[in-house]
């Protein structure tokens, strides 16, 4: 990457930093509650290193074997510029074939969507215990992946019988819409859900809904390309 798209990863980050402080600041939040997780998905190496050198320190990929290929060049790039390595966030859908693999690849598995798929990463955990988000499908549409809001009772109570796996929150994707004010149902919902489980986590809100998201309570927020700029 050149000098000036490098510049632009840096002034970008600065400016989502922006965003969350005054979405915070209307919520009366502090933004020190709010994580922002860079979704780094199609983007390179390069990429993910000038990022670390604006300050993340956090990064989501939506699949595995794109986040395996990655990882050890940021690696590299890292180490050879005196920067810290990342964490990595799996963001997506996970495939039980695929759950080995991811266990050992990153540090929080969002979207975990099904009870079988708890069970084969209790199993997959060896002695660790594994930090998972249960994805909620909050809008029911048919092309999203997801618990039903009423199935969450149950996932919940199954992961508290699995050692390997600990529910440390909720995760949603919000519907598209043209305006986000129309995905702040989605968000408080999702929040309600959350505290009615006594779960702290809750990863919502993307490049076009994340400020709404934040003033809904999220702790997480997930941003790709208002970070990267669009994905080709
Ligand atoms: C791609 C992706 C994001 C980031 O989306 P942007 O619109 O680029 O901010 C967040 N969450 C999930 C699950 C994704 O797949």
Known sequence: MNAQAAAGVAERVAAVRQRIASACARAGRDPAEVRLIAVSKTFGAEAVAEAVAAGITEFGENRVQEALAKQPAVEAL???????????????????????????????????????????????????????????????????????????????????????????????????????????????????????HGLRELSMGMTEDFEVAIEEGATMVRIGRAIFGERS
């Open 78 to 196: 890292v180490r050879e510029r005196g920067l810290p390595s990342p964490a990595w966030h799996l963001v997506g859908h996970l495939q039980s074939n695929k759950a080995k693999a991811a266990a050992g690849a990153f540090a929080i598995l969002h979207g975990i969507d099904s009870i079988g798929l708890l069970n084969v990463l209790n199993r997959a955990a060896g002695d660790r215990r594994l930090a998972v988000l249960l994805e909620v499908n909050v809008a029911g549409e048919a092309t999203k992946f997801g618990f039903a809001p009423g199935a969450v009772a149950e996932a919940v109570d199954a992961a508290r019988g699995l050692p390997g796996v600990e529910v440390i929150g909720l995760m949603t994707v919000a519907p598209r819409v043209a305006n986000p004010e129309l995905a702040r149902p989605v968000f408080r919902e999702l929040a309600r859900l959350a505290r009615e």
